[in-house]
DNA sequence: TTATTATATTTATTAGTATAAATAGTGTGA
DNA sequence: TCACACTATTTATACTAATAAATATAATAA
Protein backbone atom coordinates (compact mmCIF):
# COMPACT_ATOMS: atom_id res chain seq x y z
CA UNK A 1 0.00 0.00 0.00
CA UNK A 2 2.24 2.59 1.00
CA UNK A 3 5.68 2.51 -0.51
CA UNK A 4 8.56 3.71 0.93
CA UNK A 5 9.26 7.47 -0.55
CA UNK A 6 11.96 8.38 -2.08
CA UNK A 7 12.01 12.42 -2.20
CA UNK A 8 15.44 13.97 -1.29
CA UNK A 9 15.57 14.95 1.96
CA UNK A 10 15.11 18.84 1.08
CA UNK A 11 16.27 21.51 3.59
CA UNK A 12 19.93 20.28 5.00
CA UNK A 13 19.20 19.69 8.44
CA UNK A 14 21.41 22.10 11.14
CA UNK A 15 23.45 19.39 12.68
CA UNK A 16 24.18 17.84 9.55
CA UNK A 17 25.50 21.49 8.40
CA UNK A 18 27.76 21.51 11.22
CA UNK A 19 29.41 18.25 10.78
CA UNK A 20 30.13 19.58 6.99
CA UNK A 21 31.67 22.74 9.02
CA UNK A 22 33.58 21.12 11.14
CA UNK A 23 34.99 18.39 8.09
CA UNK A 24 36.08 21.43 6.18
CA UNK A 25 38.23 23.01 9.41
CA UNK A 26 39.83 19.70 9.31
CA UNK A 27 40.62 19.53 6.18
CA UNK A 28 41.62 23.70 5.67
CA UNK A 29 43.14 24.19 8.41
CA UNK A 30 45.32 21.06 8.51
CA UNK A 31 43.99 20.20 11.96
CA UNK A 32 45.78 16.98 13.30
CA UNK A 33 44.88 13.78 15.58
CA UNK A 34 44.73 15.41 19.06
CA UNK A 35 43.70 18.31 18.55
CA UNK A 36 40.85 19.81 20.58
CA UNK A 37 37.14 20.89 19.38
CA UNK A 38 35.51 24.22 21.21
CA UNK A 39 33.36 22.69 24.04
CA UNK A 40 29.62 21.97 23.67
CA UNK A 41 28.84 25.49 25.39
CA UNK A 42 31.12 27.16 22.65
CA UNK A 43 29.74 25.19 19.57
CA UNK A 44 26.17 26.75 20.23
CA UNK A 45 27.12 29.80 20.56
CA UNK A 46 29.16 29.78 17.49
CA UNK A 47 26.56 27.76 15.32
CA UNK A 48 23.84 29.14 17.23
CA UNK A 49 21.51 26.31 17.58
CA UNK A 50 21.01 24.28 20.87
CA UNK A 51 22.91 21.72 23.10
CA UNK A 52 20.55 19.04 21.90
CA UNK A 53 21.57 19.88 18.02
CA UNK A 54 25.38 20.14 18.71
CA UNK A 55 25.24 17.15 20.49
CA UNK A 56 23.58 14.84 17.28
CA UNK A 57 26.69 16.65 15.39
CA UNK A 58 28.89 15.64 18.13
CA UNK A 59 27.55 12.00 17.33
CA UNK A 60 28.09 12.01 14.19
CA UNK A 61 31.38 12.88 13.79
CA UNK A 62 32.15 10.69 16.36
CA UNK A 63 29.97 7.66 14.72
CA UNK A 64 32.53 8.61 11.67
CA UNK A 65 35.33 7.83 13.81
CA UNK A 66 36.84 11.33 13.38
CA UNK A 67 36.58 12.52 17.24
CA UNK A 68 36.32 11.17 20.34
CA UNK A 69 34.25 12.77 23.16
CA UNK A 70 35.56 12.90 26.79
CA UNK A 71 34.19 14.06 30.13
CA UNK A 72 36.26 16.00 32.86
CA UNK A 73 38.00 18.99 32.83
CA UNK A 74 40.31 18.94 29.13
CA UNK A 75 37.50 16.71 28.22
CA UNK A 76 35.26 17.38 25.20
CA UNK A 77 35.83 16.51 21.54
CA UNK A 78 39.25 15.37 20.65
CA UNK A 79 40.18 15.24 16.59
CA UNK A 80 41.22 11.42 16.52
CA UNK A 81 42.70 9.73 13.29
CA UNK A 82 39.98 7.04 11.99
CA UNK A 83 40.84 3.78 13.67
CA UNK A 84 41.24 1.10 11.37
CA UNK A 85 38.57 -0.69 13.53
CA UNK A 86 36.14 1.71 12.61
CA UNK A 87 36.47 2.30 9.07
CA UNK A 88 36.20 -1.75 8.66
CA UNK A 89 33.21 -1.72 10.75
CA UNK A 90 31.61 0.99 8.66
CA UNK A 91 32.41 -1.37 5.45
CA UNK A 92 31.15 -4.36 7.36
CA UNK A 93 27.51 -2.42 7.61
CA UNK A 94 27.38 -2.10 3.89
CA UNK A 95 28.56 -5.50 3.27
CA UNK A 96 25.71 -6.65 5.11
CA UNK A 97 23.45 -6.19 2.12
CA UNK A 98 25.77 -6.79 -0.20
CA UNK A 99 26.29 -10.33 1.05
CA UNK A 100 30.04 -10.99 -1.03
CA UNK A 101 30.51 -15.26 -0.69
CA UNK A 102 33.69 -16.73 0.91
CA UNK A 103 34.72 -17.64 -2.83
CA UNK A 104 34.43 -13.65 -3.67
CA UNK A 105 36.49 -12.87 -0.70
CA UNK A 106 38.87 -15.13 -1.48
CA UNK A 107 39.48 -14.07 -5.33
CA UNK A 108 40.18 -10.46 -4.50
CA UNK A 109 42.60 -11.67 -1.65
CA UNK A 110 44.29 -13.89 -4.22
CA UNK A 111 45.17 -11.30 -6.19
CA UNK A 112 46.16 -8.81 -3.60
CA UNK A 113 48.31 -10.91 -1.22
CA UNK A 114 51.23 -11.54 -3.66
CA UNK A 115 51.96 -8.16 -4.04
CA UNK A 116 51.52 -7.25 -0.36
CA UNK A 117 54.45 -10.08 0.50
CA UNK A 118 56.75 -8.37 -2.47
CA UNK A 119 55.59 -4.70 -1.37
CA UNK A 120 56.44 -5.87 2.81
CA UNK A 121 59.67 -8.29 1.94
CA UNK A 122 62.08 -4.73 2.22
CA UNK A 123 60.24 -3.28 4.83
CA UNK A 124 60.35 -6.08 7.26
CA UNK A 125 62.34 -5.15 10.66
CA UNK A 126 64.22 -8.48 12.63
CA UNK A 127 61.15 -8.15 15.06
CA UNK A 128 58.84 -8.51 11.88
CA UNK A 129 60.62 -11.77 11.08
CA UNK A 130 60.69 -12.98 14.50
CA UNK A 131 57.04 -12.21 15.05
CA UNK A 132 56.51 -14.27 11.88
CA UNK A 133 58.60 -16.88 12.56
CA UNK A 134 56.63 -17.31 15.96
CA UNK A 135 53.62 -17.79 14.31
CA UNK A 136 54.61 -19.97 11.91
CA UNK A 137 56.10 -22.13 14.72
CA UNK A 138 52.35 -22.01 16.36
CA UNK A 139 51.31 -24.04 13.30
CA UNK A 140 53.82 -26.46 13.45
CA UNK A 141 52.17 -28.78 16.20
CA UNK A 142 49.79 -31.15 14.98
CA UNK A 143 46.39 -29.56 16.57
CA UNK A 144 44.77 -32.07 19.23
CA UNK A 145 41.38 -30.00 19.86
CA UNK A 146 39.48 -28.07 17.88
CA UNK A 147 39.86 -24.56 19.85
CA UNK A 148 43.79 -26.05 18.98
CA UNK A 149 43.07 -26.20 14.87
CA UNK A 150 41.33 -22.63 15.25
CA UNK A 151 44.31 -20.70 16.96
CA UNK A 152 46.18 -22.07 14.41
CA UNK A 153 44.22 -21.12 11.58
CA UNK A 154 44.03 -17.34 13.10
CA UNK A 155 47.87 -17.45 13.41
CA UNK A 156 47.96 -18.13 9.97
CA UNK A 157 45.90 -15.23 9.21
CA UNK A 158 47.84 -13.04 11.63
CA UNK A 159 50.89 -13.89 9.01
CA UNK A 160 49.10 -11.90 6.44
CA UNK A 161 47.91 -8.98 8.50
CA UNK A 162 51.21 -8.15 9.81
CA UNK A 163 52.37 -8.52 6.30
CA UNK A 164 49.65 -6.45 4.94
CA UNK A 165 50.68 -3.28 8.04
CA UNK A 166 54.14 -3.35 6.26
CA UNK A 167 53.71 -3.43 2.45
CA UNK A 168 53.81 0.62 3.01
CA UNK A 169 50.65 1.42 0.53
CA UNK A 170 47.59 2.13 2.94
CA UNK A 171 45.18 1.52 0.38
CA UNK A 172 46.59 -2.06 -0.18
CA UNK A 173 47.22 -2.59 3.87
CA UNK A 174 43.19 -1.68 4.82
CA UNK A 175 42.13 -4.20 2.05
CA UNK A 176 44.58 -6.48 2.90
CA UNK A 177 43.83 -6.59 6.73
CA UNK A 178 40.14 -6.55 6.45
CA UNK A 179 40.23 -9.05 4.13
CA UNK A 180 42.18 -11.69 7.03
CA UNK A 181 39.74 -9.72 9.44
CA UNK A 182 36.84 -11.43 7.48
CA UNK A 183 37.94 -14.89 7.26
CA UNK A 184 39.07 -14.72 10.70
CA UNK A 185 35.65 -14.36 11.70
CA UNK A 186 34.22 -16.95 9.69
CA UNK A 187 36.67 -19.39 11.53
CA UNK A 188 35.78 -18.23 14.39
CA UNK A 189 32.01 -18.12 13.85
CA UNK A 190 31.45 -20.68 11.08
CA UNK A 191 33.05 -24.48 11.10
CA UNK A 192 32.59 -24.56 7.45
CA UNK A 193 35.16 -22.28 6.95
CA UNK A 194 37.93 -24.51 8.90
CA UNK A 195 38.72 -27.09 6.29
CA UNK A 196 39.31 -30.61 8.23
CA UNK A 197 42.36 -31.09 5.79
CA UNK A 198 45.61 -31.88 7.92
CA UNK A 199 46.99 -31.55 3.95
CA UNK A 200 45.14 -28.17 3.84
CA UNK A 201 47.65 -26.54 7.05
CA UNK A 202 50.56 -28.63 6.07
CA UNK A 203 50.15 -26.64 2.80
CA UNK A 204 49.80 -23.36 4.11
CA UNK A 205 52.09 -24.26 6.79
CA UNK A 206 54.78 -24.92 3.79
CA UNK A 207 54.66 -21.87 2.14
CA UNK A 208 54.63 -20.08 4.94
CA UNK A 209 58.06 -21.27 6.30
CA UNK A 210 59.39 -20.60 2.43
CA UNK A 211 57.64 -17.21 2.34
CA UNK A 212 59.98 -16.63 6.03
CA UNK A 213 62.79 -17.39 3.87
CA UNK A 214 62.11 -15.03 1.17
CA UNK A 215 61.90 -12.76 3.72
CA UNK A 216 65.06 -12.97 5.26
CA UNK A 217 66.93 -13.16 2.38
CA UNK A 218 64.91 -9.91 1.15
CA UNK A 219 63.75 -11.86 -2.72
CA UNK A 220 60.36 -9.63 -3.00
CA UNK A 221 60.19 -11.92 -6.72
CA UNK A 222 60.32 -15.16 -4.73
CA UNK A 223 57.65 -14.06 -2.13
CA UNK A 224 55.44 -12.47 -4.22
CA UNK A 225 55.81 -15.92 -6.60
CA UNK A 226 55.54 -17.95 -3.31
CA UNK A 227 52.32 -16.02 -2.16
CA UNK A 228 50.56 -16.48 -5.09
CA UNK A 229 51.13 -20.37 -5.30
CA UNK A 230 50.25 -20.55 -1.98
CA UNK A 231 46.99 -18.45 -2.42
CA UNK A 232 46.39 -20.78 -5.38
CA UNK A 233 46.85 -23.93 -3.47
CA UNK A 234 44.24 -22.54 -0.51
CA UNK A 235 41.76 -21.30 -3.45
CA UNK A 236 41.56 -25.36 -4.52
CA UNK A 237 40.87 -25.87 -0.56
CA UNK A 238 38.11 -23.42 0.13
CA UNK A 239 36.13 -24.38 -2.97
CA UNK A 240 33.52 -25.81 -1.35
CA UNK A 241 32.82 -22.58 1.12
CA UNK A 242 30.05 -21.52 -1.29
CA UNK A 243 27.43 -20.73 1.21
CA UNK A 244 26.39 -17.24 1.78
CA UNK A 245 28.10 -14.98 4.56
CA UNK A 246 24.96 -13.29 5.82
CA UNK A 247 23.75 -12.66 9.55
CA UNK A 248 27.88 -12.11 10.34
CA UNK A 249 28.68 -8.60 8.98
CA UNK A 250 26.35 -6.37 10.95
CA UNK A 251 27.29 -8.15 14.21
CA UNK A 252 30.31 -9.40 14.25
CA UNK A 253 29.18 -12.49 15.58
CA UNK B 1 51.42 20.75 29.66
CA UNK B 2 47.82 18.64 29.63
CA UNK B 3 48.16 15.43 27.63
CA UNK B 4 45.31 14.00 25.68
CA UNK B 5 44.03 10.94 27.33
CA UNK B 6 44.12 7.87 26.31
CA UNK B 7 41.57 5.80 28.76
CA UNK B 8 39.23 3.38 27.39
CA UNK B 9 35.54 4.85 27.00
CA UNK B 10 34.53 3.09 30.24
CA UNK B 11 30.99 2.45 30.32
CA UNK B 12 28.78 1.85 27.38
CA UNK B 13 26.74 4.70 26.44
CA UNK B 14 23.06 4.41 26.33
CA UNK B 15 22.91 5.16 22.46
CA UNK B 16 25.13 3.15 21.50
CA UNK B 17 23.51 0.23 23.56
CA UNK B 18 20.55 0.96 20.93
CA UNK B 19 22.14 0.87 18.41
CA UNK B 20 23.64 -2.31 18.95
CA UNK B 21 20.39 -3.75 19.67
CA UNK B 22 18.93 -2.51 16.30
CA UNK B 23 21.72 -3.91 14.93
CA UNK B 24 21.11 -7.51 16.49
CA UNK B 25 17.18 -6.95 15.56
CA UNK B 26 18.19 -6.84 11.96
CA UNK B 27 20.91 -9.18 11.45
CA UNK B 28 18.80 -11.74 13.66
CA UNK B 29 15.60 -11.25 12.01
CA UNK B 30 16.89 -10.69 8.20
CA UNK B 31 15.18 -7.35 8.24
CA UNK B 32 15.12 -6.08 4.75
CA UNK B 33 16.08 -2.26 3.20
CA UNK B 34 12.35 -0.57 3.45
CA UNK B 35 11.47 -2.24 6.96
CA UNK B 36 10.52 0.09 9.44
CA UNK B 37 11.73 0.73 12.88
CA UNK B 38 8.87 1.33 15.55
CA UNK B 39 8.88 5.24 15.94
CA UNK B 40 10.25 7.39 18.49
CA UNK B 41 7.75 7.26 20.99
CA UNK B 42 7.33 3.46 20.93
CA UNK B 43 11.29 3.19 20.93
CA UNK B 44 11.18 5.57 23.82
CA UNK B 45 9.17 3.04 25.67
CA UNK B 46 10.85 -0.07 24.33
CA UNK B 47 14.14 1.00 25.86
CA UNK B 48 13.16 2.88 29.17
CA UNK B 49 14.76 6.06 28.06
CA UNK B 50 14.21 9.23 26.78
CA UNK B 51 13.45 11.24 22.90
CA UNK B 52 16.56 12.84 22.83
CA UNK B 53 18.49 9.02 23.86
CA UNK B 54 16.62 7.62 20.84
CA UNK B 55 17.84 10.34 18.26
CA UNK B 56 21.03 10.09 19.26
CA UNK B 57 20.55 6.22 18.85
CA UNK B 58 19.06 6.58 15.16
CA UNK B 59 21.15 9.40 13.87
CA UNK B 60 24.23 7.34 14.60
CA UNK B 61 22.67 4.62 12.75
CA UNK B 62 21.85 7.17 9.99
CA UNK B 63 25.43 8.12 10.14
CA UNK B 64 26.33 4.46 9.54
CA UNK B 65 23.96 4.45 6.13
CA UNK B 66 21.66 1.53 8.17
CA UNK B 67 18.43 3.63 7.90
CA UNK B 68 16.89 6.70 6.50
CA UNK B 69 14.55 9.28 8.52
CA UNK B 70 12.26 11.12 7.07
CA UNK B 71 8.94 13.41 8.86
CA UNK B 72 5.68 13.04 8.18
CA UNK B 73 2.96 9.92 8.41
CA UNK B 74 4.17 7.01 7.94
CA UNK B 75 8.07 8.46 8.17
CA UNK B 76 10.18 7.73 10.65
CA UNK B 77 13.23 4.74 10.43
CA UNK B 78 13.20 2.75 7.64
CA UNK B 79 16.09 0.27 7.09
CA UNK B 80 18.11 1.38 4.23
CA UNK B 81 20.70 -1.01 1.88
CA UNK B 82 23.83 0.86 2.53
CA UNK B 83 24.32 2.96 -0.27
CA UNK B 84 27.93 2.82 -2.29
CA UNK B 85 27.83 6.30 -1.55
CA UNK B 86 28.34 6.23 2.33
CA UNK B 87 30.41 3.37 2.20
CA UNK B 88 32.70 5.55 0.16
CA UNK B 89 32.52 8.57 1.84
CA UNK B 90 33.56 7.02 5.44
CA UNK B 91 35.95 4.90 4.03
CA UNK B 92 37.54 8.53 2.83
CA UNK B 93 37.60 9.53 6.27
CA UNK B 94 40.03 6.83 7.11
CA UNK B 95 42.14 7.34 4.11
CA UNK B 96 42.28 11.42 5.09
CA UNK B 97 44.66 10.32 8.28
CA UNK B 98 46.43 7.29 6.06
CA UNK B 99 46.93 9.79 3.08
CA UNK B 100 47.57 7.24 0.11
CA UNK B 101 49.49 8.74 -2.88
CA UNK B 102 48.78 8.76 -6.01
CA UNK B 103 50.72 6.06 -7.10
CA UNK B 104 49.88 3.76 -4.21
CA UNK B 105 46.18 3.99 -5.57
CA UNK B 106 46.94 3.17 -9.11
CA UNK B 107 49.27 0.13 -8.03
CA UNK B 108 46.09 -1.20 -6.55
CA UNK B 109 44.01 -0.47 -9.63
CA UNK B 110 46.70 -2.13 -11.43
CA UNK B 111 46.39 -5.52 -9.33
CA UNK B 112 42.74 -5.67 -9.84
CA UNK B 113 41.01 -4.30 -13.08
CA UNK B 114 42.68 -7.31 -15.36
CA UNK B 115 40.27 -9.39 -13.13
CA UNK B 116 37.76 -6.91 -13.18
CA UNK B 117 37.67 -7.18 -17.01
CA UNK B 118 37.81 -10.91 -17.36
CA UNK B 119 34.94 -11.35 -14.84
CA UNK B 120 32.14 -8.80 -16.18
CA UNK B 121 32.52 -9.91 -19.94
CA UNK B 122 30.50 -12.94 -19.66
CA UNK B 123 27.87 -10.46 -17.54
CA UNK B 124 27.81 -7.10 -19.81
CA UNK B 125 24.32 -7.31 -21.53
CA UNK B 126 23.53 -5.39 -25.11
CA UNK B 127 22.91 -2.14 -23.14
CA UNK B 128 25.92 -2.07 -21.32
CA UNK B 129 27.89 -2.68 -24.13
CA UNK B 130 25.97 0.52 -25.85
CA UNK B 131 26.89 2.39 -22.94
CA UNK B 132 30.50 1.77 -22.87
CA UNK B 133 30.98 2.65 -26.77
CA UNK B 134 28.96 5.43 -25.91
CA UNK B 135 31.94 6.06 -23.65
CA UNK B 136 34.66 5.33 -25.98
CA UNK B 137 33.34 7.29 -28.68
CA UNK B 138 33.14 10.49 -26.21
CA UNK B 139 36.84 10.48 -26.27
CA UNK B 140 37.62 10.05 -29.83
CA UNK B 141 37.29 13.65 -30.67
CA UNK B 142 40.42 16.09 -29.68
CA UNK B 143 39.69 18.16 -26.98
CA UNK B 144 39.48 21.93 -27.11
CA UNK B 145 39.65 22.93 -24.05
CA UNK B 146 40.46 21.89 -20.83
CA UNK B 147 36.81 20.83 -19.64
CA UNK B 148 36.31 18.73 -22.97
CA UNK B 149 39.74 17.31 -21.64
CA UNK B 150 38.16 16.73 -18.89
CA UNK B 151 35.39 15.33 -19.68
CA UNK B 152 36.68 12.84 -21.90
CA UNK B 153 39.18 11.67 -18.87
CA UNK B 154 35.79 11.45 -16.43
CA UNK B 155 34.32 9.19 -19.56
CA UNK B 156 37.58 7.23 -19.45
CA UNK B 157 36.81 6.57 -15.91
CA UNK B 158 33.23 5.59 -16.28
CA UNK B 159 33.98 2.95 -18.86
CA UNK B 160 35.76 0.97 -15.71
CA UNK B 161 33.21 1.67 -13.23
CA UNK B 162 30.40 0.27 -15.49
CA UNK B 163 32.54 -3.05 -15.82
CA UNK B 164 33.53 -2.42 -11.82
CA UNK B 165 29.66 -3.02 -11.44
CA UNK B 166 29.23 -5.86 -14.03
CA UNK B 167 32.00 -8.38 -12.32
CA UNK B 168 29.45 -9.93 -10.13
CA UNK B 169 32.27 -9.71 -7.12
CA UNK B 170 30.72 -7.47 -4.40
CA UNK B 171 33.86 -6.81 -2.66
CA UNK B 172 35.85 -6.16 -5.96
CA UNK B 173 33.19 -4.01 -7.56
CA UNK B 174 33.17 -1.68 -4.25
CA UNK B 175 36.60 -1.03 -4.56
CA UNK B 176 37.04 -0.78 -8.18
CA UNK B 177 34.70 2.14 -8.14
CA UNK B 178 36.32 3.73 -5.41
CA UNK B 179 39.52 3.38 -6.94
CA UNK B 180 37.92 5.21 -9.87
CA UNK B 181 35.79 7.84 -8.15
CA UNK B 182 38.82 8.92 -6.12
CA UNK B 183 40.79 9.21 -9.21
CA UNK B 184 37.97 10.86 -11.03
CA UNK B 185 37.92 13.41 -8.14
CA UNK B 186 41.75 14.08 -8.42
CA UNK B 187 41.22 14.87 -11.92
CA UNK B 188 38.49 17.09 -11.31
CA UNK B 189 40.51 19.06 -8.39
CA UNK B 190 43.85 18.35 -9.38
CA UNK B 191 45.14 19.75 -12.58
CA UNK B 192 48.14 17.69 -11.83
CA UNK B 193 46.37 14.27 -12.76
CA UNK B 194 45.05 15.21 -15.95
CA UNK B 195 48.42 13.96 -18.25
CA UNK B 196 49.02 16.91 -20.85
CA UNK B 197 50.45 14.22 -22.86
CA UNK B 198 47.87 13.44 -26.15
CA UNK B 199 49.44 9.97 -26.63
CA UNK B 200 48.18 9.38 -22.94
CA UNK B 201 44.89 9.75 -24.11
CA UNK B 202 45.12 7.93 -27.71
CA UNK B 203 47.13 5.01 -25.31
CA UNK B 204 43.73 5.26 -23.41
CA UNK B 205 41.25 5.21 -26.30
CA UNK B 206 43.32 2.56 -28.16
CA UNK B 207 43.01 0.28 -24.98
CA UNK B 208 39.52 0.68 -24.42
CA UNK B 209 38.25 0.36 -28.25
CA UNK B 210 40.06 -3.31 -28.01
CA UNK B 211 38.75 -4.44 -24.93
CA UNK B 212 35.29 -3.34 -26.19
CA UNK B 213 35.88 -5.95 -29.05
CA UNK B 214 37.15 -8.28 -26.65
CA UNK B 215 33.64 -8.17 -25.10
CA UNK B 216 31.70 -8.50 -27.57
CA UNK B 217 33.44 -11.54 -28.55
CA UNK B 218 33.49 -12.61 -24.99
CA UNK B 219 37.06 -13.16 -25.31
CA UNK B 220 37.44 -12.76 -21.06
CA UNK B 221 40.99 -13.87 -21.20
CA UNK B 222 41.98 -11.38 -23.95
CA UNK B 223 39.88 -8.81 -21.99
CA UNK B 224 41.81 -9.60 -18.79
CA UNK B 225 45.34 -9.61 -20.94
CA UNK B 226 44.17 -6.10 -22.25
CA UNK B 227 43.16 -4.07 -19.15
CA UNK B 228 46.59 -5.18 -18.02
CA UNK B 229 48.33 -4.16 -20.73
CA UNK B 230 46.38 -0.46 -20.71
CA UNK B 231 47.29 -0.44 -16.93
CA UNK B 232 50.70 -0.80 -17.30
CA UNK B 233 50.45 1.91 -19.88
CA UNK B 234 48.73 4.58 -17.62
CA UNK B 235 51.04 3.16 -14.65
CA UNK B 236 54.30 4.52 -17.00
CA UNK B 237 52.34 8.05 -17.65
CA UNK B 238 51.07 8.06 -14.15
CA UNK B 239 54.72 8.04 -13.15
CA UNK B 240 54.70 11.71 -12.21
CA UNK B 241 52.05 12.01 -9.85
CA UNK B 242 54.15 11.47 -6.74
CA UNK B 243 52.19 14.19 -4.42
CA UNK B 244 50.68 13.37 -1.78
CA UNK B 245 46.38 13.58 -1.68
CA UNK B 246 45.76 15.52 1.44
CA UNK B 247 43.20 18.01 2.06
CA UNK B 248 41.07 15.70 -0.08
CA UNK B 249 39.56 12.99 1.32
CA UNK B 250 37.05 14.50 4.11
CA UNK B 251 35.43 17.57 2.14
CA UNK B 252 35.72 15.78 -1.26
CA UNK B 253 36.58 19.06 -2.92
C1' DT C 1 -12.92 14.74 -11.80
C1' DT C 2 -9.40 17.72 -10.24
C1' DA C 3 -7.15 20.95 -7.54
C1' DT C 4 -6.81 22.88 -3.19
C1' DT C 5 -7.01 23.06 1.66
C1' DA C 6 -7.17 21.13 6.19
C1' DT C 7 -5.56 17.93 9.63
C1' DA C 8 -3.25 14.41 11.82
C1' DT C 9 1.08 12.16 12.45
C1' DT C 10 5.77 12.18 12.95
C1' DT C 11 10.28 13.97 13.20
C1' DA C 12 13.34 18.33 14.17
C1' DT C 13 14.74 21.75 17.10
C1' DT C 14 14.88 24.39 21.13
C1' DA C 15 15.04 25.51 26.17
C1' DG C 16 15.77 24.48 30.73
C1' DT C 17 17.25 21.46 34.44
C1' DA C 18 19.47 17.95 36.75
C1' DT C 19 22.84 14.20 37.21
C1' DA C 20 27.00 11.60 36.56
C1' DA C 21 31.79 11.08 35.14
C1' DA C 22 36.51 12.51 34.98
C1' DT C 23 40.34 14.87 36.66
C1' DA C 24 43.30 18.77 38.23
C1' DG C 25 44.42 20.66 42.25
C1' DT C 26 44.55 20.75 47.27
C1' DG C 27 45.38 19.10 51.48
C1' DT C 28 46.63 15.45 54.77
C1' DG C 29 49.41 12.04 56.86
C1' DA C 30 53.51 9.13 56.86
C1' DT D 1 59.51 14.13 50.19
C1' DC D 2 56.00 11.13 48.79
C1' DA D 3 51.67 8.80 48.51
C1' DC D 4 46.97 9.02 49.14
C1' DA D 5 42.40 10.74 49.75
C1' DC D 6 39.37 14.62 49.24
C1' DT D 7 37.16 18.36 46.87
C1' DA D 8 35.87 21.45 43.43
C1' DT D 9 35.41 22.24 38.66
C1' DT D 10 34.73 21.08 34.12
C1' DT D 11 32.32 18.54 31.00
C1' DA D 12 29.35 15.36 29.04
C1' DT D 13 24.94 12.71 29.64
C1' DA D 14 20.20 12.36 30.28
C1' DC D 15 15.44 13.82 30.92
C1' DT D 16 11.20 16.79 30.33
C1' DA D 17 8.33 19.73 27.93
C1' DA D 18 6.98 22.57 24.32
C1' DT D 19 7.04 24.27 19.64
C1' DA D 20 8.26 24.09 14.71
C1' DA D 21 8.57 21.79 10.34
C1' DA D 22 7.37 18.27 6.99
C1' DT D 23 4.14 15.49 4.61
C1' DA D 24 0.72 11.69 3.59
C1' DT D 25 -3.98 11.34 3.84
C1' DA D 26 -8.51 12.93 4.03
C1' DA D 27 -11.81 16.45 3.31
C1' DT D 28 -13.42 20.17 0.61
C1' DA D 29 -14.45 23.16 -3.17
C1' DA D 30 -14.20 24.23 -8.14
Same mark, same amino acid.
Given at each position: +? %???????????? =????????????? &????????????????? +???????????????????????????????????????? !???????????????????? *?? !??????? *??????????? /?????????????? %????????? *????? %? =???????????? @????? &???????????????????????? /??? @?????????? !??????? &??????? &???? @?? +? #??????? *?????????? /??? #?? /????
Amino acid at each position: +M %QDIKLATPKRIK =RADQIVESVKRWV &AINNKQPGDRLPNEREL +MEQFDCSKGTVREALKSLEVQGLISIRTGPNGGAVLERVP !YEKASELLRNFLHFEQPSGP *EI !YALRTLI *EPEIAALATPN /LTPEDLTRLADLVE %QCRAEPQTF *EERMA %Q =RIAELEFHVLLA @QRCGN &AMLAFIGRFLNDMIRDLVIFKKSA /LPE @QREFSCANLD !YHQQLLE &AFHTKDA &ARAR @QL +M #HEHMKSA *EHFNRELEGQ /LNQ #HF /LTGN
